[in-house]
């Protein structure tokens, strides 16, 4: 599994953008049907998946806000400057990949594709589990007794919330950090959700395909603004800090 985990870390910037991708293959069943769920089905996928993907980005907002850890990697291998374990890094190891996988996990539903939730999502959830243990075979080797006794009081995937609270109010969220680091993933994340509610919930723009396309040029031209405009104060260096 670490040698699994320490190939795919080559390509970990691919994989969100490749399974984001894969929402969009036409044709596959429904997870949720009229038959089953009645004729206003397609709320069920709507809600449930938003919900979902929105914690999954907010888990990401407060990890990166709060303390980010500095785990990029060096020659597309595991590396990392410090043993990070303030922030929600008190409550969790990989919270990132714990908002990854809620990201994805909410959008599949969103996409309400029956093979999507059934085949891909546990395949990535197989993906970053290889991913973490080859992480966690660098960090143990580096950090020693320091790592072992991090991992003894912090559960690797499911977060704790005890001291939650203390840990918001304690801590002082760095807006500047969170939208510099995340505005990629967050532009992409919005553009596929419009997407999907746009072309596979036609009942949303009571089937006219006129307004749909009206809309989607609006909303996606609206989100192009603001990325370009986020691109460029971030290289006028006004993000940093």
């Keep these: 599994m670490v040698q699994i985990g320490n190939f795919f870390f080559k390509y970990r910037n691919w994989l969100f ?3 984001y991708g894969l ?3 036409p044709g596959l069943p429904q997870l949720f049907t ?3 769920f009645g004729k206003n089905y397609y709320w069920y996928p709507i809600i449930i998946g938003l919900i979902i993907t929105v914690l999954g980005q907010a888990i990401r907002g407060a990890t990166i ?3 980010y850890i500095i785990r990029g990697g060096k020659n597309k291998k595991v590396y990392a400057e410090d043993l990070v374990t303030t922030g929600i890094f008190a409550h969790c190891r ?4 714990v908002g990854n996988i809620l990201m994805i996990t909410g959008v599949g539903i969103l996409s309400n594709s029956l093979l999507y939730v059934v085949i891909m999502i546990p395949f990535f959830l197989f993906i970053w589990q290889a991913i973490v243990l ?3 075979n660098f960090l143990r080797n580096k950090f020693g007794e320091q790592f072992i006794n ?3 009081r912090v559960n690797r995937w499911v977060p704790s919330l005890k001291g939650i609270s203390k840990t918001f109010s304690g801590m002082h969220f760095n807006w500047k950090r969170y939208v510099s680091k ?4 967050t532009f992409i994340w919005l553009v596929g959700i419009v997407l999907l509610l746009l072309f596979f919930y036609p009942q949303l723009t009571n089937y006219d395909s006129h307004l749909r396309n009206t809309l989607l040029i609006i909303i996606l031209a609206v989100l192009l603004v603001i990325y370009i405009f986020i691109r460029i104060i971030k290289k006028s260096g006004r993000l940093n800090g």
Excluded: M, S
Excluded at 94 to 97: K, Q, R
Excluded at 182 to 185: A, L, V, Y
């Design 134 to 136: 080859a992480e966690e």
């Design 94 to 97: 990989n919270p990132l990949y």
């Design 150 to 152: 991090y991992c003894a």
């Design 17 to 19: 953008i490749i399974f």
């Design 182 to 185: 995340e505005h990629t993933t």
């Design 34 to 36: 009229e038959e089953n």
């Design 65 to 67: 806000g709060l303390a």
């Design 23 to 25: 929402l969009f293959v």
